[in-house]
């Protein structure tokens, strides 16, 4: 069975750090390319970061750089996102997700939230007070 578990989420005040992890069973993380998204009950689904696992290549909303890093881990089955300094507007259910990638991926830098992602995480809460 191809799975994704979210995890990490929970309650922090602002100025504060979470890490979420990303664990995938059933498959490796090898050859895909593993987002972060983000949604706030009736707002659009926001992507957050991205992480091209075969080259490390990585991809951020403008709203979080330089605060969230994305990382693989040496098993290549688990992603992570530290969260820093982490502001009430970041309070959202995140989910990752994972796509296959291909050799060539065109404008990935802009195009990577508008793919249609092979597998989905479940979700975790993040919720930061002010």
């Known amino acids: 069975d191809v799975q994704l578990q979210a995890s990490g989420g929970g309650l922090v005040q602002a100025g504060g750090s979470l890490r979420l992890s990303c664990a995938a069973s059933?498959?490796?993380?090898?050859?895909?390319?593993i987002a972060w998204f983000r949604q706030v009950p009736g707002k659009e689904r926001e992507g957050v970061s991205c992480?091209?696992?075969?080259?490390?290549?990585?991809h951020y909303a403008d709203s979080v750089k330089g605060r969230f890093t994305i990382s693989s881990g040496n098993a290549k089955n688990t992603v992570f996102l530290q969260m820093n300094s982490l502001k009430p507007e970041d309070t959202a259910v995140y989910y990752c997700?994972?796509?296959?990638?291909?050799?060539?991926?065109?404008?990935?830098?802009?195009?990577?939230?508008?793919?249609?992602?092979?597998?989905w995480g479940q979700g975790t809460q993040v919720t930061v007070s002010s």
């Open positions: 997700a994972a796509l296959q990638t291909t050799p060539v991926m065109e404008a990935i830098d802009v195009m990577w939230p508008h793919y249609e992602y092979d597998y």
């Open positions: 059933g498959f490796t993380f090898d050859g895909h390319l």
């Open positions: 992480i091209r696992v075969g080259d490390g290549s990585t």
